[in-house]
């Protein structure tokens, strides 16, 4: 089983930026695709990035232009820098890693944008 560690949320202004980072540890071995969801109250979780084992790339027609996912394959952590954040962009954001047979899931960590 894989085992996630989310940091990096946070209070921002509008405009401003944050950087999320999820370290993987357990079967890591077996990861294939690491990606990005959020959630917001009342709203369902919605897919905000994610990046596959070689470097492909998907993103949220919301966040295209603002947000990059990357990832250190050395280090098994997944980035999401957000820039330009709006109000809109509040929510929990949650890590998720699947591989074979199995889709494991951060405990979130908040994103809260306001003035």
């Known amino acids: 089983q894989v085992q996630l560690v989310e940091s990096g949320g946070g209070l921002v202004q509008p405009g401003g930026s944050l950087r999320l980072s999820c370290a993987a540890s357990?079967?890591?071995?077996?990861?294939?695709?690491m990606g990005w969801y959020r959630q917001a109250p009342g709203k369902e979780r919605e897919l905000v990035a994610r990046?596959?084992?070689?470097?492909?790339?998907r993103y949220a027609d919301s966040v295209k232009g603002r947000f990059t996912i990357s990832r250190n394959n050395v280090e098994n952590t997944v980035y999401l820098q957000m820039n330009s954040l709006k109000p809109e962009d509040t929510g929990v954001y949650y890590c998720?890693?699947?591989?074979?047979?199995?889709?494991?899931w951060g405990q979130g960590t908040q994103v809260t944008v306001s003035s």
């Open positions: 990046i596959t084992n070689v470097g492909r790339t």
């Open positions: 998720n890693v699947e591989g074979r047979g199995f889709s494991s």
């Open positions: 357990g079967s890591i071995f077996s990861i294939n695709l």
